[in-house]
């Protein structure tokens, strides 16, 4: 029976330079991938087949990636024959494969249901630097537009600290039910704490009993480029802060590795 490896974080989290680790180390996440931008120049790592069905249940249900508000999807008949039809095509074609979305934590009962054997990675970093990192990448990705001439439709859905903020609430709340419910194989990581020199892989080839190649962290992640310390003063109105940081406290709970 396949195995499948499904890489979970909110935006900006270090998911993909989890995922371009665990793609370093033999896992298989797809052949067309989502590519780079100056907000992520070394690539997200998303297969673009399990990115449009994600970006198709939103759309049926009138909700964007970054919506404040809880969301419960109805999923069209002919979405879920997409993704039963994708997975089946990937559990065929491969022993042990994954994928990485982020907007897979706010449908991951979905996923769940779909797939036969699934391990979850998690991928955590403290919510006031991703919170910050998406506004200003909002922001460079509309300079980015102004200096090339593209269409500026972007800048139509400004984004403030409180609504990322609560957008972040949504992920991680939806993860957190599942981390406290799903009787489910998981490993939770931080990876802006991780020493230099750690193999998460080698870590996840023990948690999960696969066998992929245990190279270091530092073999393909530049810790330079990624904000790990905490923002104090982060302008957020204090009933959002309070609830993110019960959040993150209970989150804290299930990381495994730091």
């Known amino acids: 029976m396949s195995s499948q490896i499904v890489i979970l974080g909110y935006h900006r989290s270090g998911t993909s330079a989890l995922s371009q680790n665990c793609q370093a180390a033999g896992l298989f996440l797809g052949d067309t991938l989502l590519g780079a931008k ?90 006031t630097t991703c919170v910050d990192s998406i506004v200003r990448r909002h922001v460079l990705d509309i300079y980015s537009r102004q200096q090339l001439g593209l269409d500026q439709s972007v800048a139509q859905y400004p984004l403030d600290y409180n609504g990322v903020c609560a957008n972040w609430c949504v992920y991680m709340a939806n993860l957190l039910t599942f981390l406290e419910t799903r009787d489910a194989d998981r490993m939770v990581v931080r990876i802006d704490k991780m020493p230099k020199n750690i193999s998460i892989i080698a870590e996840m080839n023990d948690a999960f009993g696969v066998d992929l190649d245990p190279i270091p962290l530092s073999q393909t992640f530049r810790p330079e480029v990624f904000q790990g310390k905490e923002i104090d003063d982060l302008p957020l109105d204090p009933a959002v802060k309070e609830t993110a940081d019960k959040l993150w406290a209970r989150l804290d709970t299930h990381i495994s590795l730091q």
């Open 38 to 127: 100056p907000s992520n120049p070394f690539g997200h790592f998303e297969d673009k087949d399990f990115f449009q069905v994600n970006e198709a249940i939103l759309q049926t249900n009138l909700a964007r990636w970054d919506m404040p508000h809880d969301l419960v999807p109805v999923i069209r008949p002919e979405i879920r024959k997409v993704a039963m039809e994708l997975v089946s095509r990937r559990n065929a074609q491969h022993d042990l494969w994954g994928f990485k979305d982020p907007r897979t934590c706010i449908l991951l009962d979905f996923w769940h249901s779909l797939l036969p054997d699934p391990k979850y990675l998690v991928c955590l970093r403290h919510y």
